[in-house]
């Protein structure tokens, strides 16, 4: 039951049962309420109607007769209306006549303590009971002592008011008259039965019919629901099946509608967790290539070294002289395996600061060119220009020695790596670019040279002393830290003879953001 009433399902069934219910029961109040006050003025109406009615007869009957005694008697017999009993009382609402209702014989009742009876029909004929005449009347002295209190008119005004006996309701209307410069006031009492039994029927329809109503939108809501969240099921259910070993499975995503493209969305990033798991299993295995092969001469060399008892100083020499450079070669691999991960993690720090391009490549020509000059490389900066910028000096440092370090490898004897400056404006920052005249990079590869661990000419990459690893990591370090320093490193031009890499940086008017020590 937790589980349920937790669910999205359960939730929506919910939700569609309220807002389907508020307006409803609204409806119902109102529509209620509208029928009770359109019935009770309909009800003042005929009792003003019939009141006035009466009293322009009560007025005609006194010009023909002599008495005005006789004319109250004569309106009462003659002017009746059915289900309304009608009163004529003094100024000090003592009851001078009374009518009785048409159907019903009470010609004689016309003083206070006329008799009470019922009249009965059948049929479409009402069956009903005239109200206690000193009932009556002590309502109407409380209605006029009332509305005196409150400073309204006198007791003689017109109103209307609902009052109730053991027998039922009565709605009471009053209307004032004046005879022989007289003030008499006459008072209409109509029995609400039959008003009580419309609005009763109307209760009774209403509390049927929104019950049955409410829970025939709460089914709905609820298959409703279920079938709209279905999908979301099967796509749970699928995606509980995928783990590490099926990545390459997929949510069905068939559907153009929301689902569709949440389950699309999902399928999204699947793509690109089989895409990191797949990059993360090829760094493992290049990584665990790449510390073999030094390991293994170093583990070679020493068991070689050791296997002879006696050995000369310069063969020590010359055996701890490879284990050096292994050892080396395998620090470079380690620091730049490590600088890798930190990046990718976004815990590498940077220390931006107001640098000097131009001093940076100063440095990173002069690391190199002890290289330069073994392989017979002309080194040569063709172009220099003020750049000024907000960088780490350091990371930048490492990604032009890696461009050159690159180019060098890459030349043969009597070949030329140049470097040229430019500053492309605000906007674009400043640029520098390393060109080589070696044997150029296939256009297939252009952006393969970029990936971890990717040597077009693995052979070479291994054995030549260098800066760098060798390991086919530089151009992607010098390709991650220029994107954290929101530039770009692109191979822009490769053919036989010449290849170039450009190295595009933002100047100091544009200072990084968010590039402060990062835990």
């Given at each position: 039951?937790?589980?349920?009433?937790s669910?999205?399902?359960?939730?929506?069934?919910?939700?569609?049962?309220?807002?389907?219910?508020?307006p409803?029961?609204?409806?119902?109040?109102?529509?209620?309420?509208?029928?009770?006050?359109?019935?009770?003025?309909r009800?003042?109406?005929?009792?003003?109607?019939?009141?006035?009615?009466?009293?322009?007869?009560?007025?005609?009957?006194?010009?023909?007769?002599?008495?005005?005694?006789?004319?109250?008697?004569?309106?009462?017999?003659?002017?009746?209306?059915?289900?309304?009993?009608?009163?004529?009382?003094?100024?000090?609402?003592?009851?001078?006549?009374?009518?009785?209702?048409?159907?019903?014989?009470?010609?004689?009742?016309?003083?206070?303590?006329?008799?009470?009876?019922t009249?009965?029909?059948?049929?479409?004929?009402?069956?009903?009971?005239?109200?206690?005449?000193?009932?009556l009347?002590?309502?109407?002295?409380?209605?006029?002592?009332?509305?005196?209190?409150?400073?309204?008119?006198?007791?003689?005004a017109?109103?209307?008011?609902?009052?109730?006996?053991?027998?039922?309701?009565?709605r009471?209307?009053t209307?004032?008259?004046?005879?022989?410069?007289?003030?008499?006031?006459?008072?209409?009492?109509?029995?609400?039965?039959e008003?009580?039994?419309?609005?009763?029927?109307?209760?009774?329809?209403?509390?049927?019919?929104?019950?049955?109503?409410?829970?025939?939108?709460?089914?709905?809501?609820?298959?409703?629901?279920?079938r709209?969240?279905?999908?979301?099921?099967?796509?749970?259910?699928r995606?509980?099946?995928?783990?590490?070993?099926?990545?390459?499975?997929?949510?069905?995503?068939?559907?153009?509608?929301?689902?569709?493209?949440?389950a699309?969305?999902?399928?999204?990033?699947?793509?690109?967790?089989?895409?990191?798991?797949a990059?993360?299993?090829?760094?493992?295995?290049?990584?665990?290539?790449?510390?073999?092969?030094?390991?293994?001469?170093?583990?070679?060399?020493?068991d070689?070294?050791?296997?002879?008892?006696?050995?000369?100083e310069?063969?020590?020499?010359?055996?701890?002289?490879?284990?050096?450079?292994?050892?080396?070669r395998?620090?470079?691999?380690?620091?730049?395996?490590?600088?890798?991960?930190?990046?990718?993690?976004?815990?590498?720090?940077?220390?931006?600061?107001?640098?000097?391009?131009?001093?940076?490549?100063h440095?990173?020509?002069?690391?190199?060119?002890?290289?330069?000059?073994?392989?017979?490389?002309?080194?040569?900066?063709?172009?220099?220009?003020?750049?000024?910028?907000v960088?780490?000096?350091?990371?930048?440092?490492?990604?032009?020695?890696?461009?050159?370090?690159?180019?060098?490898?890459?030349?043969?004897?009597?070949?030329?790596?140049?470097?040229?400056?430019?500053?492309?404006?605000?906007?674009?920052?400043?640029?520098?670019?390393?060109?080589?005249?070696g044997?150029?990079?296939?256009?297939?590869?252009?952006?393969?040279?970029?990936?971890?661990?990717?040597?077009?000419?693995?052979?070479?990459?291994?054995s030549?002393?260098?800066?760098?690893s060798?390991?086919?990591?530089?151009?992607?370090i010098?390709?991650?830290?220029?994107?954290?320093?929101?530039?770009?490193l692109?191979?822009?031009?490769?053919?036989?003879?010449?290849?170039?890499?450009?190295?595009?940086?933002?100047?100091?008017?544009?200072?990084?953001?968010?590039?402060?020590?990062?835990?």
């Amino acid at each position: 039951m937790g589980r349920w009433s937790s669910s999205v399902r359960a939730r929506l069934t919910w939700w569609y049962t309220v807002v389907l219910s508020v307006p409803l029961v609204a409806f119902a109040v109102v529509s209620y309420l509208l029928f009770s006050r359109t019935l009770e003025s309909r009800t003042d109406a005929f009792i003003s109607d019939a009141l006035t009615a009466f009293s322009r007869e009560l007025v005609a009957e006194r010009r023909v007769l002599p008495t005005l005694d006789d004319a109250f008697r004569m309106t009462v017999r003659e002017v009746r209306f059915r289900d309304l009993d009608i009163v004529i009382l003094d100024a000090d609402l003592q009851v001078l006549a009374k009518s009785a209702p048409l159907g019903e014989d009470r010609a004689g009742a016309t003083d206070g303590t006329a008799k009470r009876t019922t009249g009965r029909t059948t049929g479409r004929t009402t069956i009903s009971t005239g109200p206690d005449t000193r009932v009556l009347v002590e309502r109407l002295r409380e209605r006029s002592t009332d509305r005196a209190s409150e400073d309204r008119a006198g007791p003689g005004a017109n109103a209307a008011f609902t009052y109730g006996e053991p027998i039922g309701s009565f709605r009471v209307g009053t209307q004032e008259l004046t005879v022989d410069g007289m003030p008499y006031q006459l008072a209409g009492a109509y029995p609400l039965a039959e008003v009580e039994q419309t609005l009763a029927r109307i209760r009774s329809l209403f509390l049927f019919a929104i019950p049955l109503l409410v829970l025939s939108a709460s089914t709905g809501g609820y298959f409703l629901a279920k079938r709209s969240l279905a999908p979301v099921a099967s796509m749970s259910a699928r995606a509980a099946e995928i783990g590490a070993s099926t990545l390459h499975e997929r949510l069905p995503a068939e559907s153009q509608d929301e689902l569709g493209d949440l389950a699309r969305t999902v399928n999204g990033l699947l793509d690109r967790l089989e895409a990191s798991f797949a990059q993360q299993r090829r760094f493992m295995a290049d990584a665990s290539h790449e510390l073999r092969t030094p390991t293994a001469i170093l583990r070679t060399e020493a068991d070689v070294t050791l296997s002879q008892g006696h050995r000369s100083e310069s063969e020590y020499r010359e055996s701890l002289a490879i284990m050096q450079d292994t050892a080396r070669r395998l620090t470079r691999i380690v620091d730049d395996i490590f600088l890798l991960a930190r990046a990718d993690a976004g815990h590498l720090v940077m220390h931006p600061e107001l640098v000097h391009l131009e001093d940076v490549v100063h440095h990173a020509m002069r690391g190199v060119r002890q290289l330069a000059e073994r392989r017979q490389v002309a080194l040569v900066l063709e172009a220099v220009v003020e750049a000024p910028l907000v960088a780490d000096a350091d990371l930048l440092g490492r990604v032009l020695l890696n461009l050159l370090d690159n180019a060098i490898k890459h030349s043969a004897p009597g070949d030329t790596v140049s470097v040229r400056m430019s500053s492309e404006g605000a906007e674009q920052g400043h640029a520098v670019t390393v060109a080589d005249t070696g044997p150029g990079i296939p256009a297939a590869e252009w952006e393969r040279v970029f990936e971890r661990f990717v040597r077009l000419d693995s052979v070479r990459s291994r054995s030549e002393n260098s800066a760098t690893s060798g390991a086919g990591l530089g151009l992607g370090i010098a390709r991650r830290i220029a994107e954290m320093h929101r530039g770009q490193l692109e191979l822009v031009e490769s053919r036989l003879g010449r290849t170039v890499f450009r190295l595009t940086v933002p100047d100091e008017s544009t200072p990084l953001v968010g590039v402060a020590d990062r835990a």
